[in-house]
């Protein structure tokens, strides 16, 4: 099954699989032929079994090649434990040769969360540690691509995907890890009317990898891009 095959979980959902319009993973060997990837692999092996080890190359594949296709300026995740994903954002960013990554970490005592992320990758990080409802606020950047991976409640998942929906230019992807935790993704989805993606993997459902596609004429990135240029010429 290839990674963005519709899946048979939750057939009561609507979603659909990623047009190649979209994103192509051409950019998957590219990912496999560096050396951060494979450091990355030794790490992985030496600390994770394999069940785990194979959910977080699919989705760091999907990672990878939207971050190439899209070329973003700037990505804003929540939650970096490990720093897997943070590493896909990096590696990406770093062959884009442009871009900066935000990520929030909540948890000041994890000491193992740049496992992943060798220093080479860093100059285009900003790492801010504190809860995302209190970090989140301060980001006053338009952003391209917003993923969260931090607290699974409901409140606090759905809390992310509007403030990123806010806070998006036209066209931006909104991700979420660990969709099937409970209902927030799939009702904010469908209070916008947005068309998403699941992203395949051998894991448990409730690990899977949500990918929402806002467009170029949803209404609130639109106001908040029309705002973003008012202040620009104002200034």
């Not at 979980?9 to 609507?14: G, Q, T």
């Not at 970090?135 to 691509?145: A, F, N, R, Y």
């Not at 806010?166 to 099937?180: A, M």
Request: proline letters at 3%; aromatic letters at 14%.
């Amino acid at each position: 099954m290839s990674i963005f095959e519709v899946s048979n979980w939750r057939k009561d959902r609507v979603f659909y699989t990623l047009p190649k319009d979209k994103l192509k993973l051409d950019f998957n060997q590219e990912l496999f032929d560096s050396s951060y990837w494979k450091d990355f692999q030794k790490i992985k092996c030496a600390t994770w079994d394999r069940h785990r080890a194979s959910l977080a190359d699919t989705i760091m594949q999907t990672i990878y090649s939207l971050v190439r296709k899209t070329q973003p300026s700037i990505i804003v995740e929540t939650g970096v434990a490990t720093g897997s994903t943070t590493f896909a954002f990096l590696t990406a960013l770093k062959k884009n040769g442009k871009g900066k990554l935000i990520s929030i970490e909540p948890n000041t005592n994890q000491k193992n969360f740049i496992m992943f992320v060798p220093k080479e990758l860093q100059d285009c990080w900003d790492l801010r540690v504190g809860l995302s409802e209190n970090i989140l606020p301060t980001v006053i950047e338009p952003i391209d691509i917003f993923m969260h991976d931090s607290l699974h409640t409901y409140d606090h998942m759905y809390f992310e995907y509007e403030w990123a929906l806010w806070n998006l230019r036209e066209g931006g992807w909104i991700l979420s890890h660990d969709i099937g935790h409970n209902n927030s993704f799939f009702d904010f989805v469908k209070k916008h009317n947005l068309k998403w993606y699941l992203v395949e993997t051998a894991a448990p459902a409730r690990f899977g990898l949500g990918v929402a596609d806002v467009g170029i004429d949803n209404p609130k990135t639109m106001f908040f891009n029309l705002f973003s240029f008012t202040i620009a010429i104002i200034k």
